[in-house]
């Protein structure tokens, strides 16, 4: 593996898992809550109308709120971390 290839892996490793909080806040997923006008209350209304008023436990809005709130598990941090790596490889074979 080429010093390129590692420091691909390396940078998308990293970049993701760097991201993944950012992105969740700018999208409404806040510590705070669902902002409000958010598309992150766009899938919360979607959600809740779905299931008749409330939103299911595990369901993706639910799962996406308790990482904006709570941040990144460490299962979570190092599943994107892996994707995130496997899309640093990917790029250095294009």
Same mark, same amino acid.
């Given at each position: 593996m080429? +010093?390129? $290839?590692? #420091? #691909?892996?390396a940078a998308g490793a990293g970049g993701t898992v760097v991201a993944a909080p950012i992105v969740l806040g700018a999208i409404g997923f806040t510590s705070a809550g669902i902002a409000a006008g958010s598309y992150a209350a766009g899938m919360l209304s979607t959600a809740a109308i779905a299931n008749g008023g409330g939103v299911a436990a595990g369901s993706l809005v639910a799962v996406l709120q308790s990482a904006g709130m709570a941040g990144l598990s460490g299962v979570t941090t $190092? #599943? +994107?971390a892996s994707a995130g790596g496997a899309v640093g490889f990917l790029a250095t074979l294009i």
């Open positions: 080429g +010093l390129l $290839t590692i #420091a #691909a892996v $190092t #599943a +994107l």
